[in-house]
């Protein structure tokens, strides 16, 4: 089987819509990673994901899944990989049971022990339509359908969306289990951010079609801070050292990229941690320098 150092590679992606283009889509999921790809709804998301897919044609670039191309090798890359979309794409008809039958034929390493074991942890019953399945039960129903067939890429697009905390949680460590062999990798699209703070080892922030910041996500947190001070005191800060300021009522809040370098330079201020949740608001926020 083909030698690869990263589950996914993409350089310089375009697509182009008449309101949208993702625009120089660049980063790398490492093999045996779990990467968060994080934005706002609308940010270009599920359009990369749909392009790496070969779902949607893209304008410009390069994407490799497994080692393997996106287009040339579609077929293959497809027996090794698993999607699970925000929304259920099984007929509400069909039980359990008939996906079994459905994906046997479709996947050569497909096992209906493994699946089985599935539906058993989830508690789906395998004769009752899906249709009459509640959200969370579609939601489990797809992990156990796409984690049966020994795929080496798992693809989630927005699938922890409106599902309750435990479910969440219950899914979250599904996901460690299956990353434990050090083979597997997973693209985790979400803007749920403290869902990915738990689980994910690199990150990847796009906003209105353009990646704002990619790495391993301790990094970003680490190097990332805030300021909080007084108005006056913000004529000190130089601004090349900013991403944004958020402003309020008793004074401005500033996120730094360098805690380390601020904390040398401004030695009488107090840094605290940001959350990705912080990262992704100052980033969003960039091209307005000041906002509330």
């Not at 182009?16 to 968060?36: A, C, E, Q, W």
């Not at 796009?206 to 910041?213: E, H, P, Q, T, V």
């Not at 958020?246 to 809040?253: D, P, Q, S, V």
Request: proline share 2%.
């Amino acid at each position: 089987m083909q030698e690869y150092e990263h589950a996914i590679s993409l350089r310089g992606v375009v697509k182009r819509y008449d309101n949208f283009t993702l625009d120089h889509i660049s980063f790398d999921v490492p093999k045996g990673s779990i990467m968060g790809f994080i934005g706002q709804n609308g940010a270009g998301k599920t359009t990369t994901i749909r392009s790496l897919l070969n779902i949607i044609g893209i304008d410009e670039g390069e994407i490799r899944l497994l080692g393997m191309d996106h287009i040339k090798d579609e077929q293959g890359i497809k027996q090794r990989i698993a999607v699970v979309f925000d929304e259920l794409p099984f007929h509400d008809l069909f039980t359990a049971r008939d996906m079994a039958r459905i994906f046997q034929g479709l996947y050569p390493e497909w096992s209906n022990t493994i699946y089985t074991q599935y539906l058993d942890r989830f508690q789906l019953p395998s004769k009752k339509k899906i249709g009459e399945y509640s959200k969370g039960m579609k939601m489990k129903l797809q992990i156990a359908c796409a984690l049966s067939h020994n795929a080496e890429l798992l693809v989630m697009d927005e699938a922890t969306t409106g599902l309750d905390p435990v479910v969440r949680d219950e899914i979250l460590h599904l996901f460690m289990e299956y990353l434990q062999n050090g083979e597997r990798s997973i693209l985790m699209s979400s803007h749920i951010t403290s869902d990915l703070e738990k689980i994910a080892d690199s990150v990847t922030f796009i906003n209105k079609g353009r990646i704002l910041l990619t790495g391993y996500k301790d990094d970003i947190l680490e190097s990332h801070g805030i300021i909080k001070c007084s108005r006056d005191q913000l004529k000190d800060l130089d601004s090349e050292d900013m991403v944004s300021i958020r402003t309020n009522t008793y004074g401005a809040e500033v996120m730094v990229r360098d805690r380390t370098a601020a904390s040398r330079k401004y030695s009488g201020a107090i840094i605290d941690p940001a959350s990705l949740d912080d990262i992704m608001l100052y980033y969003v926020h960039r091209d307005e320098g000041e906002w509330s």
